[in-house]
């Protein structure tokens, strides 16, 4: 049998699943941000971040996802075009914020794990 317990993420066809979910959201944030792209609302990126953010359980063991989440939301903290078509720059990078103190919190948990 190829389950170790019974919860949703104890099995391996669950873990098959979920790498194929996984693998969009990787190839959205391993593209390099390019202040050429028109991609002035970042709504991949951001939705791909956020699931992350979701799916913390299991996104936490993969640090090169947390790495270009890392990258991109820097990357749209300093786009200034983007920060203002929102009319709300205050509010936009409270959430890039919020979004990134998450992610640095998997990523020190994957390095706890790592030390182990």
Do not use: H
């Amino acid at each position: 049998m190829s389950a170790w317990g019974y919860k949703p993420f104890e099995n391996d066809d669950s873990l098959d699943w979920l790498y194929g979910v996984m693998k969009p959201i990787k190839k959205v944030l391993k593209q390099k941000p390019d202040k050429a792209d028109n991609i002035k609302e970042y709504g991949p990126q951001r939705m791909a971040i956020e699931l992350i953010i979701i799916l913390k359980s299991e996104c936490r063991y993969d640090e090169d996802i947390l790495k270009y989440a890392l990258i991109w939301l820097d990357f749209m903290a300093t786009d200034k075009e983007f920060l203002e078509c929102w009319g709300d720059k205050k509010g936009i990078l409270l959430d890039i914020k919020r979004q990134k103190n998450a992610i640095k919190e998997m990523a020190k948990e994957l390095a706890k794990l790592k030390n182990k």
